[in-house]
């Protein structure tokens, strides 16, 4: 099996990047996307492998980059920027060994979290939806699929929530309003982790009705 096939070292591999963090905000973008694929799969591989502290702290870095991601974007959200930034630089010290051993069994882990998230796609909300695809993404691309597909829809889904935010600084929008998008992105990310599904080793996954 190929280091970039194990679901392991994709996570160490996106930490690695993550700890090159710097305020710029192209670095504020990318170490955020970084640690997210990181904590996916962490939160995934738990019952292999669990640290408490790593995924604290994790969450609590990708919080603060949201914050300050947002405000980069949308241009009216009031906020420190440098203390935000201060306060990652501070934080990523204790994520720096953070790194996740070998495990075995940690493609079939990452295979039956897909099955299950496939299972559960279904007409829903806009902001669950947008997590299950961005999850699935992290999570092919970790097992080395091209990620490229899921990544362009959880992308569109993206700007479909930047425009509202934007929305938001410029007009009288709503910020309840709720947020639609194309139905039949349901059955295209579907059919997109499907085929995924039955390319891996795994049989047992691979019955649908």
């Known amino acids: 099996m190929k280091p970039e096939e194990r679901p392991e070292f994709y996570a160490n591999s996106n930490l690695k ?10 670095s504020v973008h990318d170490t955020r996307v ?5 904590l996916t799969l962490s939160l995934t591989l738990s019952r292999l492998y669990h640290n408490s502290d790593c995924m604290y702290y994790s969450k609590e870095i990708i919080r ?15 906020i420190d920027r440098k203390l935000l930034a201060l306060k990652v630089m501070k934080i990523l010290p204790k994520i720096s060994s953070c790194y996740l051993p070998k495990m075995y069994g940690s493609r079939l882990v990452v295979f039956e979290k897909i099955r299950e998230i496939y299972n559960h796609i279904q007409i829903e909300d806009f ?13 092919t691309e970790s097992v080395g699929e091209d990620p490229k597909p899921l990544k362009d829809i959880s992308r569109e889904l993206g700007d479909i929530r930047d425009q509202h935010l934007k929305e938001l600084c410029t007009s009288n ?10 139905p039949r ?8 982790v499907r085929e995924i599904i039955m390319r891996s080793e795994f049989q047992h996954l691979k019955k649908f009705e």
């Open 17 to 26: 990047k993550a700890l090159k963090f710097d305020p710029s905000p192209e």
């Open 34 to 38: 970084y640690l997210r694929k990181y």
């Open 64 to 78: 603060i980059l949201g914050r300050i991601r947002d405000a980069d974007v949308i241009g009216c959200i009031p």
């Open 127 to 139: 902001h669950e939806f947008r997590k299950k695809v961005r999850i699935l993404y992290y999570l």
């Open 173 to 182: 929008v709503n910020k309840n309003k709720k947020l639609s998008f194309d």
């Open 185 to 192: 992105l349901i059955e295209e990310t579907k059919a997109i």
